[in-house]
């Protein structure tokens, strides 16, 4: 999978993506992501990416332009599956979403800013637009690093223990069971008899009843 980034500030995704997981699966060759400062692609000398909003009111609205260009020079280059615009009045992400994208081969992300930006990119550009969720932040960076991390580990070959991503906490709509290491025994709190058992039907099976009984305490909401 390819991703390239469409961003006012990034230098933020420099720390981000040189850790863990993302810079590994970079460094096998399974994802590339390429960050875009959108100043680089501003049509006049003073650099400019936003202007003041037509009509009037507060705060400055992103240029097309230089957006426009970033994003026409990479689909001469490739096509595109998707055209993501980070925003807060997007659908709001999740697991099942998360599958979804996981699956595509290239896409574009464009990380909004200040008040927002100019209304025909997403009508020329833009497929989809997604929040991380019901809060503003102060841009799209953190949502799409956020939507990126949960993408990348879930495209096959990222994790080294395949079934790994497939136990994670909603992947199968629930939380997941609690897990103990050792000691088998901490000043006295110990670790569940059956998971020492040896019995791997009897622990797969305490595991589900944790993962539900879990889901039930925490996030009813995940059983409706
Ligand atoms: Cl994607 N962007 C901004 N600016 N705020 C958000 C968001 C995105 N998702 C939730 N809040």
Redesign the pocket.
Known sequence: MRIDILSLFSDMFVPVFSESIIKRSQKKGLIEIKIHNIRDFSVNKQKQVDDYPYGGGSGMVMMIEPIAACIEHLKSERTYDEVI????D?I??NQMIANKYSTLNNIIII???YKGIDERVREMYVTSE???????????E???MI?CDTVIRLIPGVLNDETSALSDSFQNGLLAPPVYTRPAEFKGFKVPDILLSGNDKLIDQWRQEQSLERTRLKRPDLLD
């Open positions: 615009l980070m925003t807060p997007g709001v992400f990380c909004g800013h997604i929040s991380i969720g019901d809060y503003v932040l102060s841009g799209g953190l949502a799409a939507f």
